[in-house]
């Protein structure tokens, strides 16, 4: 069964601080594997798009990795912002199916 | 500038009355998609239009919803008799090319039903 698992399911740093957020699939065939940050209320946005060649991508301070062979991708936050408060959301491409995980609330303290 | 237009933003309706959300994109798109997402819960695939036609649907997209194209550009969600349980955010997606998985989300409707 294809499934998105994401952890932690919350997250509360400080402001300047890094984080790394998991996410772990069985989604198969792999196509490719998005991150997405969702402000509360809001459409979610594409941080990264990661295909199965590629084991690195960085989007400013986010930078996203992936393991085809272990199914795992993380997302590291660097230097925190108040800003980067939101849910972060893992999606999965298997052609035509696309699994969405249930994401993780992120909470940026000052 | 947004690549999709949702409307309306919220609607409040009593139970049982027909809804019809609005997506309307920027420019031209082969591939569309409807999402929902209760309060406090993942977002949900609902269904996925493709050259003027359903190309997927999820088991929630029972025979109380559609989708069409009434006019070539806007693309709209009905949901015939609404229920309690569909009260969540409903988020329109575009795919700007050819079903990568690059989708731009609208900013969503929020559907309250009393």
């Known amino acids: 069964k294809n499934q998105v698992e994401q952890s932690p399911q919350s997250l509360i740093i400080l402001e300047g601080k890094n984080c790394t957020l998991q996410?772990?699939?069985?989604?198969?065939?792999?196509?490719?594997l998005r991150w997405y940050k969702q402000d509360t209320g809001r459409g979610p946005v594409s941080l990264t798009i990661?295909?199965?060649?590629?084991n690195t991508k960085s989007n400013g301070r986010y930078t996203a990795t992936l393991d085809a062979d272990t199914k795992q991708s993380s997302l590291h936050i660097t230097a925190s912002q108040l800003s980067d408060s939101a849910s972060y959301i893992c999606?999965?491409?298997?052609?035509?199916?696309?699994?969405f995980g249930a994401g993780t609330r992120l909470t940026v303290k000052p | 500038e947004p690549e999709v237009t949702q409307t309306p933003s919220h609607q409040v309706t009593q139970m049982g009355q027909e809804v019809i959300l609005r997506c309307v994109p920027i420019?031209?798109?082969?591939?569309f998609y409807w999402y929902r997402q209760i309060l406090g819960q993942k977002v949900e695939f609902l269904v996925s239009?493709?050259?003027?036609?359903?190309?997927?649907k999820s088991e929630i997209f029972d025979d109380q919803f559609s989708v069409e194209r009434p006019d070539g550009s806007n693309f709209t969600l009905k949901i015939r008799s609404t229920k309690l349980e569909d009260s969540a955010m409903y988020f329109c997606?575009?795919?700007?090319?050819?079903?990568?998985?690059?989708?731009?989300f609208g900013e969503g409707s929020r559907l309250t039903v009393l």
């Open positions: 999606v999965v491409s298997a052609q035509v199916d696309m699994r």
């Open positions: 996410c772990n699939y069985t989604v198969s065939p792999f196509s490719n």
């Open positions: 990661m295909t199965f060649s590629e």
């Open positions: 420019s031209n798109h082969l591939y």
């Open positions: 239009f493709y050259n003027n036609e359903i190309s997927e």
């Open positions: 997606a575009i795919d700007r090319l050819t079903n990568t998985g690059e989708l731009f």
